[in-house]
């Protein structure tokens, strides 16, 4: 079993940057593939990213390509989402999640075993 827990969420005006982390207790994040998604209300759940078991391999959603950033420490079994140049369109509730994927990433919701409760981000206009 496997507890994940966002935190650094917030309000942000757009262009704004927010870095969000990830904390993984109970067995090790060390051997689980990462990801961050989102939910808006009234959408469903996206993907936004995701980082390979042993952080050699990345893949961005086209939307925050470029200006969102996932990385892993573990040593202290968190992973980080460094978000910049945020836009309104990015108000969501972001989650993190872990897969037991090996090679590769992946990037559909149904890959992903444990969830965490979600941060809020608002970006206001």
């Known amino acids: 079993q496997v507890t994940l827990v966002e935190s650094g969420g917030g309000l942000v005006q757009a262009g704004g940057s927010l870095r969000l982390s990830c904390a993984a207790s109970g067995r090790s994040n060390r051997n689980y593939a990462m990801g961050w998604f989102r939910q808006a209300p009234g959408k469903v759940r996206e993907f936004v990213v995701g980082?390979?078991?042993?952080?050699?391999?990345?893949y961005y959603a086209d939307s925050v390509k470029g200006r969102f950033t996932i990385s892993r420490e573990n040593a202290k079994n968190t992973v980080y989402l460094q978000m910049n140049s945020l836009l309104p369109e990015d108000t969501a509730k972001y989650y993190c999640?872990?897969?037991?994927?090996?090679?590769?990433?992946?990037?559909?919701?149904?890959?992903?075993?444990?969830w965490g409760q979600g941060t809020q981000v608002t970006v206001s206009s």
């Open positions: 980082i390979s078991w042993s952080g050699g391999s990345t």
């Open positions: 999640a872990a897969s037991q994927k090996i090679g590769g990433v992946p990037t559909r919701s149904f890959e992903y075993l444990y």
